[in-house]
């Protein structure tokens, strides 16, 4: 009969320490200020303020460029934000928002056009995916980011 209740107790304990930390679902509030987030995110690029748009990242966030190495830090992301074309429109389509406890991640489209007002613009579209933690603040920082195009590759000259 020891054996047993040693049993019981045992898989108690083990079932409830082997629950996720962190587990509840993103609330309403989570989710609001994750898509917050974005909007302040389009803005800053349609306003080529890469200091703003870097700030919506966590200081050791990687994002992931098509085409290149992974950058590391909010500092690395906004100099490469600032070495692009400029932007002439972009739009983001969240299709999902989803997450547990301080995590979450967005799965989304965009649409951009890039290049300067004296040139023919560059069009695109293509999808992304970020992970968001939520910081001390309530904030929820980007702290991973890829994206790719959906257009096919350009030949290499």
């Not at 100099?79 to 997450?99: C, H, K």
């Not at 999808?127 to 350009?154: C, F, M, Q």
């Amino acid at each position: 009969m020891h054996i047993l209740s040693a049993l019981a107790i045992a898989a108690a304990l083990c079932g409830s320490a082997c629950q996720p930390i962190g587990s509840a679902a993103l609330s309403r509030e989570d989710v609001a200020a994750i898509q917050a987030a974005s909007r302040a995110r389009v803005e800053a690029a349609r306003g080529s303020d890469w200091e703003a748009l870097s700030a919506l990242y966590a200081r050791d966030a990687v994002l992931l460029p098509p085409n290149q190495p992974p950058l590391q830090g909010r500092d690395a992301i906004r100099e490469w934000y600032a070495s692009q074309p400029p932007v002439r429109t972009i739009d983001f389509a969240t299709v999902e928002i989803a997450g547990r406890g301080d995590l979450a991640y967005v799965h989304g489209t965009y649409r951009q056009s890039t290049g300067p007002a004296d040139a023919e613009p560059v069009h695109d579209t293509g999808k992304y995916v970020s992970i968001h933690r939520r910081a001390e603040d309530g904030r929820w920082p980007i702290t991973r980011e890829i994206s790719n195009s959906d257009l096919p590759a350009r030949a290499q000259p």
